[in-house]
């Protein structure tokens, strides 16, 4: 079912006319579709049913406690980067043996945190990471169940700034440092060593590069002759951002999955974040002003790179609609740009575009993922409101920031 679509002309989150929802709300504004996220999550879970795996909302990709409410009634666990993460997937109900803890750099305050909490797992990405899990643990006469991430020196087809799994990335162990610490871990005597964990990159539109994973893993199996309970594939699966990108094929993955999840006789845990969430959410902006420059037009939006960072940060590629269409051609190129004094405060620029008035409505598509997530108060811009559609009700999941929060000190 396409949940954002138009009707008449005119723009329809579910049953929500967008355009009217803009005349009452002050823009900008993320608005997501309920019924969107809860058919994602459910055709991810169902695309791996055979192998019955955890899946673990990756909680970077978008932390509203009221999304993590609907994540966790369908059934999901949380993979956090962050204590504050930690605290936000706990607030919205998860239970922490649905947890996963990952990350370079966990701070001494964090790993306490995560012990005291009784979570999954903690995934260790360095050997003084495990060194200081196993003294702390030690101090709270606690024994801690970890994961060892590996890195597979992979290079995945994604953009640079979201490669993961390189052995010049900064994430998890080499395959001959994972080795010799899965053969020394009796050593730690305050650890279980539960699980191997990998993630190889975001935005990942081809199942090669997990298929090369699971071989890599397969080795690491073999050389240490550890059983693992759980063996945790991470995330990174892509989605459709432009016409040519091409989806996924999560039904071959699964397949070679599940063969790997029967011979090493493990659990499996799946780290979505994009594919649950990105196609779920617009950002509804206006236009403030329409700028002549000597070769294209200038679409001055509401709404700037504080609001919704991807294009500034990654070179992504996002479409914005109108919110109402009409048949009138614009003159010539047309820019979107944001408000933000910085000139990569831009979205993206069309040959041909349709006829624009100032304050007409449009919407950034796409943005449900790393969107709000990556937010922030550059410029002393406060961060704008997040709503929520079911079928023909709107609700704020969080208000636009009060400006004087901003001045306090």
């Known amino acids: 079912m396409s949940y954002i679509r138009y009707k008449n002309n005119k723009l329809f989150i579910e049953n ?91 701070t001494e305050e964090e790993i306490r945190l995560a012990i005291r909490k009784n979570i999954l797992l903690i995934n260790v990405e360095s050997e003084n990471e495990a060194l200081l899990i196993n003294k702390i643990s030690g101090q709270l006469k606690k024994k801690t169940a970890i994961g060892i991430r590996l890195n597979p020196d992979i290079n995945a087809p994604t953009h640079k700034k979201i490669s993961t799994g390189k052995a010049e990335d900064k994430f998890g162990l080499s395959k001959t440092n994972l080795i010799s610490f899965c053969l020394n871990i009796s050593k730690l005597k305050n650890l279980k060593l539960n699980a191997i964990s990998v993630h190889i990159g975001s935005q990942i539109l081809s199942e090669n590069p997990f298929k090369k994973t699971l071989k890599v893993l397969e080795e690491i199996m073999i050389k240490t002759k550890m059983h693992f309970k759980f063996v945790d594939l991470g995330g990174g699966f892509g989605i459709a951002y432009k016409k040519n990108d091409r989806k996924i094929n999560l039904k071959n993955y699964s397949s070679l999955v599940e063969k790997f999840r029967k011979k090493y006789n493990c659990n499996i845990i799946f780290e979505p974040g994009r594919a649950i969430l990105g196609n779920t959410a617009v950002l509804v902006t206006k236009i403030q002003y329409l700028k002549k420059g000597s070769n294209k037009t200038f679409a001055i939006l509401n709404a700037g790179m504080n609001d919704f960072m991807r294009t500034a940060l990654y070179d992504a590629v996002h479409n914005i609609i109108p919110v109402i269409k009409n048949s009138k051609k614009n003159k010539g190129p047309l820019e979107f740009v944001g408000p933000i004094c910085e000139t990569t405060c831009k979205f993206i620029k069309y040959n041909k575009y349709q006829k624009l008035r100032e304050s007409d409505y449009v919407a950034i598509a796409d943005v449900g993922a790393y969107g709000a997530s990556l937010s922030s108060n550059y410029n002393t811009k406060p961060l704008i409101a997040e709503v929520i559609i079911n079928k023909t009700k709107a609700r704020i999941i969080r208000k636009k920031q009060d400006i004087k929060s901003l001045l306090i000190q």
Request: with cysteine; glycine share 8%.
């Open 16 to 106: 929500v006319s967008v355009n009217q929802l803009a005349s009452k709300l002050k823009t900008p504004f993320y608005l997501y579709s309920e019924g969107n996220i809860v058919e994602n999550y459910n055709s991810f879970s169902n695309s791996f049913k055979k192998s019955k795996p955890l899946v673990c909302f990756s909680v970077k990709a978008n932390s509203n406690i009221q999304i993590l409410k609907i994540l966790k009634k369908l059934g999901s666990g949380a993979d956090v980067v962050s204590g504050g993460e930690l605290l936000k997937a706990i607030k919205s109900g998860i239970k922490p043996n649905k947890i996963v803890f990952s990350g370079v750099g966990k």
